[in-house]
C-alpha cells in the first residue's frame, strides 16, 4: 500500500529536521529544518487521511497557516537579532546564561 | 469708680510705660533723633506730674478716709489667692506718687542737658520712664504682689542704669553687685508675703491690714518674724546695715540716676514699705525696735564714712544711707508722718545735691575726686548757690527744709528712747560736718583743678540750671508743709496723713507703741530744736575750721591716729569683710563644684560612659562580624555549592536545550511505546 512509504518518508524529513536543529548553528538554517519537521508532519496528516477520515486534511490547512505566520515572525527576530549583533549564528545567542 | 479725676490714677504709670516703649524703638531705630527722645521723655513725666496733681486735687476734695481701690484686671485668680491688679490711691501713695513725678519730671529735664553728648541718649531715656513706671507701679499698688512687681522692676532699671556705661567692667560690676545685694532683700520680702498670705488669707493691703489685728497675736512670734523679713526686704532696696554696701558702688551710674532712683524715689522705697505696713510694725514692737535701732547705727556709722570719703558722689551716697537711717528711726519709733516727711524733704534736697554735683563734674570735664576741685563758687555761680541751699538743707539750719523733718524725727524719737536720739543727734552734726566739708572743698578755699580743665570750667546749659533752681526753692519751702505746732504752725503734713497712720492704729485695741507715750512739753521741744540747730552750727563751724581757716590740720589729725583714719578711709573693712566671708566663699563653692564637674561629672560620667558604649559596640561588632554574618554567608555557600550541578545545565546554548527536548521525548516515547507494546500483546 501507499501508507507504509509515505509514513517512512515523513520520518525520515521529520528526523533530518531535528537533526539539523539540534547540530546546526545557522539561525536560518535552524528555522528551515524547523519548516522541514512541519511538512513532514503534514505529510503523515495527508498519508492517514485515506484511510481515517477528512479530519487530517482538514489539519494541513491549520499547520500551512500556523507556518506561515511562523515564517513572519521568525524571520523578523532572525533580522532584528542580525542588526543587533551583525551574526545569526546561535552561539552569540547565550544572554540567558549568568556570566 | 469714684466718678472724679481719682480715676486717672492709672494715667501716670501708663504715660511713663508708652514712654519707655517710644523711646525703647528710637533707641533701637534711631538712635541719633535726640530732639524727639526729650520730647518724649521728658514730655511724658510732665504729663505724669500733671495728672498726678489732678488725681491728688480730686482726692483731697472727696475728703476721703478710705483709701480709694480701683481693679482693673483678674491676674492670679488661684483657688482662694485671689491676686487682681489694682491701684490704690490714698494720703500715703499719693505723697509718693507726686514726689516720684515731681522730682522725676525735673531730673527728667536736667538729664537732658547732662547726658546730651551720651550716644545712648535714646536708651538712658528708655531706661528712665521704665524705672519711673515701675516705681508708680509700686506706690500705687494695691497688693503685695503688685508693690512687688513694681519692687523687682525698679531693681531691674536700677541695675540697667548703674551698668549704663557697660564698656567699664567696674560699672557692670557694680550692677551686679547692687542687683544681687537686692534679691538677699527679695528673699526677704517674698517670706514676708508667704507668710502674711498664709496667716490672713490675702494679700491686698486692705483685707490684709483688715483681718491682721484679728489673725496675729499682737507682739506674737508671727508678726514679729514677717515684719523683720519686710524690714529686710526694706534693708536691701533702701540700703541699710547689712545690706548697704551696694549703694556707693552704684554711683557709677550717671548722675541724674543716682538722684532719681538712688537718693529720691528708690531708696526710699524701703521706707514706704514700713509706712504702708505701719499696722504690722505696730503690731510688732521688737521688730519696730530693730528698725529703729538699725536706722540709728546705719545713719551714724555711714556718716562717719562720708567724712573721708574723696569722691564727691560718695559722700553724697553716704549721705543717702545716713538720711535714710534717719528715716527708717522714724517709722521705726512709730513716727510714721515724720518718716515720710522727711522722705520728701530728703527727695527734694538730695535729688538738688546730686544734681549740683552732676553739674559740678560736668562743668570740670568728668572730675569727682574733692581734692581736684576748690574755689568753683564764682565760676558756677548758679549751682554753687543751690548747692549752698541744699546743704544747709540737709544740715538742718531753720526754716529749710531738712530742720523741719529731721527735728520731727528727733522729737518723736526723744520721746521714745532717749539713747537712739543721742545718736541721732551725734548724726545730725556730722552730717552738718561731712556736707560742708564738701562744699568748702569743692567751692571755696584754693582751687586745685588741673590747668587743662580750668580752661573748659563753663556754667551749665538752663537745662539743667532751672530744675536747680526750681529744687533750690523746694529745699527752702518744702519743710512748710509740716511746720509743727509748737512754732505756731498747724503740721499740716502730719493731719494729711492721719487716716493711713493713726486712724487705723486707734481703730484697733492695740495701741501703737509710739502713741502710748505721752507727748512731751513745749519747753522739751523748744530745747530740743535749739540743741539739734546748734550742732549743726558746730558741726559747720568745724568744717569751717578743718577745710578753710587750717587746711593741714585734717592731715596731721590723720598722722596722730593713722590706724583709725585708715579705717575710716577703708569704709570699716565692711567689703572687704563681706568678700572674705560670702563672696570668696560663694566662689571657693564655685571651685569646689567646677572640680567636681570637670573630675567626676566629665571624667567619670561623660568619659566613662564614652568608653563603655565603645567597648559595648566592640563586641558588638565583633558578634555581627563573626556570627551573625558568618552564619548569612555559610548559608549562601551551601546553596551555592549545592547548586552547581543545575548551574551546570544552564549553558545559555539553544541547542542543548533542544538536544534535551528531543532526548527527554525519546525517552517519554520509548518508555509509553514499551507499555503499549506489552498491553497489546
Redo the contacts between chains.
Keep these: 500500500m501507499l501508507l507504509s512509504p509515505a509514513l517512512f518518508i515523513s520520518a525520515v524529513l521529520f528526523t533530518l529536521g ?1 537533526a539539523g ?3 546546526r ?1 545557522n539561525a536560518i538554517v ?1 528555522f528551515m529544518c524547523v519548516e522541514l519537521m512541519l511538512n513532514a508532519v503534514n505529510l503523515t496528516f495527508v498519508a492517514l487521511a485515506q484511510s481515517l477520515g477528512m479530519g487530517g486534511q482538514v489539519f494541513v490547512f491549520f499547520v500551512m497557516a500556523v507556518a506561515a505566520a511562523e515564517a513572519a515572525v521568525g524571520l523578523a527576530i532572525i533580522l532584528a537579532v542580525y542588526r543587533h549583533k551583525q551574526s545569526v549564528s ?2 552569540t ?6 556570566g | 469708680m469714684t466718678g472724679t479725676a481719682v480715676d486717672l490714677i492709672w494715667l501716670p504709670p501708663a504715660l511713663a510705660l508708652l514712654g519707655f516703649v517710644l523711646n525703647g524703638t528710637l533707641a533701637l531705630t534711631r538712635p541719633t533723633a535726640k530732639t524727639l527722645v526729650s520730647v518724649i521723655g521728658a514730655g511724658v513725666l510732665l504729663a505724669a506730674f500733671a495728672a498726678s496733681i489732678a488725681v491728688f486735687s480730686a482726692f483731697v476734695g472727696l475728703h476721703a478716709d478710705e483709701p480709694v481701690v480701683l481693679r482693673y484686671w483678674s491676674w492670679i485668680p488661684v483657688g482662694t489667692l485671689q491676686g487682681d491688679v489694682a491701684l490704690q490711691v490714698d494720703q500715703l501713695s499719693l505723697v509718693m506718687l507726686l514726689v516720684v513725678t515731681g522730682v522725676g519730671s525735673l531730673i527728667h529735664l536736667f538729664s537732658i542737658g547732662y547726658m546730651k553728648e551720651d550716644p545712648g541718649y535714646a536708651r538712658y531715656f528708655a531706661y528712665l520712664n521704665l524705672f519711673v513706671f515701675f516705681m508708680l507701679v509700686l506706690v500705687l499698688g494695691a497688693s503685695f504682689p503688685v508693690m512687688f512687681v513694681g519692687w523687682e522692676g525698679v531693681g531691674l532699671c536700677s541695675y540697667l542704669l548703674i551698668g549704663f556705661w557697660y564698656n567699664d567692667a567696674a560699672n557692670a560690676t557694680a550692677g551686679r553687685k547692687a542687683f544681687i545685694m537686692n534679691r538677699i532683700g527679695d528673699f526677704g520680702f517674698m517670706v514676708a508675703m508667704f507668710m502674711i498670705f498664709w496667716s490672713t488669707g490675702s494679700l491686698d493691703f486692705g483685707t490684709v491690714f483688715t483681718h491682721a489685728p484679728n489673725a496675729l497675736a499682737a507682739g506674737g512670734r508671727t508678726v514679729t518674724v514677717i515684719t523683720l523679713f519686710l524690714f529686710l526686704g526694706c534693708t536691701g532696696k533702701s540700703a541699710q546695715i547689712p545690706l548697704y554696701t551696694w549703694l556707693p558702688d552704684a554711683m557709677a551710674g550717671p548722675t541724674p540716676v543716682s538722684a532719681l532712683i538712688h537718693a529720691a524715689t528708690m531708696v526710699t522705697a524701703g521706707v514706704y514699705l514700713v509706712a504702708r505696713c505701719n499696722l504690722l510694725f505696730a503690731m510688732a514692737p521688737v521688730s519696730s525696735a530693730v528698725v529703729a535701732g538699725v536706722g540709728a547705727l546705719t545713719a551714724l556709722f555711714a556718716a562717719t564714712i562720708a567724712l573721708k570719703q574723696w569722691d564727691i558722689k560718695k559722700v553724697l551716697a553716704y549721705s543717702t544711707i545716713s538720711q535714710l537711717g534717719y528715716m527708717f528711726l522714724g517709722v521705726g519709733t512709730g513716727a510714721i508722718s515724720a518718716g515720710m516727711f522727711h522722705l520728701i524733704t530728703h527727695a527734694f534736697f538730695k535729688a538738688l545735691l546730686f544734681l549740683g554735683s552732676g553739674s559740678v563734674i560736668h562743668a570740670l570735664s568728668g572730675e569727682q575726686d574733692m581734692r581736684k576741685m576748690g574755689a568753683l563758687w564764682a565760676k558756677i555761680p548758679t549751682t554753687a548757690k543751690t548747692f549752698l541751699a541744699g546743704t544747709l538743707a540737709i544740715a538742718g539750719i531753720p526754716p529749710l527744709a531738712g530742720f523741719f523733718s529731721k527735728d520731727e524725727i528727733l522729737g518723736k524719737t526723744f520721746e521714745h528712747s532717749p539713747g537712739l536720739w543721742l545718736i541721732g543727734f551725734i548724726t545730725a552734726g556730722l552730717t552738718a560736718l561731712y556736707m560742708f566739708r564738701l562744699v568748702f572743698m569743692t567751692f571755696f578755699g584754693r582751687s586745685r583743678v588741673d590747668h587743662e580743665v580750668e580752661h573748659h570750667i563753663h556754667e551749665s546749659p538752663k537745662t539743667m540750671t532751672v530744675p536747680l533752681m526750681i529744687l533750690a526753692v523746694l529745699s527752702v519751702i518744702g519743710g512748710w508743709i509740716g511746720w509743727p505746732a509748737a512754732l505756731g504752725g498747724s503740721n499740716r503734713f502730719e493731719h494729711f496723713l492721719e487716716p493711713v497712720v493713726a486712724a487705723r492704729s486707734s481703730e484697733n485695741s492695740w495701741s501703737a507703741h509710739g502713741a502710748a507715750v505721752a507727748s512731751h512739753s513745749a519747753e522739751t521741744e523748744y530745747g530740743l530744736m535749739l540743741a539739734s540747730v546748734l550742732i549743726a552750727l558746730v558741726g559747720i563751724w568745724l568744717a569751717y575750721q578743718l577745710y578753710i581757716k587750717n587746711p593741714a590740720t585734717p592731715g596731721k589729725l590723720a598722722a596722730s591716729w593713722p590706724w583709725l583714719y585708715r579705717i575710716v578711709y577703708r569704709k570699716y573693712y565692711v567689703d572687704e569683710i563681706y568678700d572674705a566671708m560670702f563672696v570668696n566663699r560663694a566662689k571657693d563653692l564655685g571651685t569646689a563644684l567646677g572640680v567636681f564637674d570637670a573630675r567626676i561629672v566629665d571624667r567619670l560620667g561623660v568619659d566613662g560612659t564614652g568608653w563603655l558604649t565603645r567597648f559595648t559596640s566592640d563586641v558588638s561588632i565583633w558578634w555581627d562580624k563573626w556570627i551573625v554574618d558568618g552564619l548569612v554567608n555559610f548559608a549562601g555557600r551551601v546553596v551555592q555549592i549545592a547548586s552547581y550541578p543545575v548551574r551546570m545545565l544552564q549553558t545559555g546554548l539553544f541547542s542543548s536545550y533542544a538536544l534535551l527536548i528531543v532526548l527527554g521525548v525519546i525517552i517519554l516515547l520509548g518508555y509509553y511505546g514499551h507499555r503499549v507494546m506489552q498491553l497489546l500483546r
Excluded at chain 1, 93 to 98: E, Q, T
Design positions: 531535528v536543529v539540534l547540530f548553528r535552524i546561535l552561539q545567542m547565550n544572554l540567558l546564561k549568568d
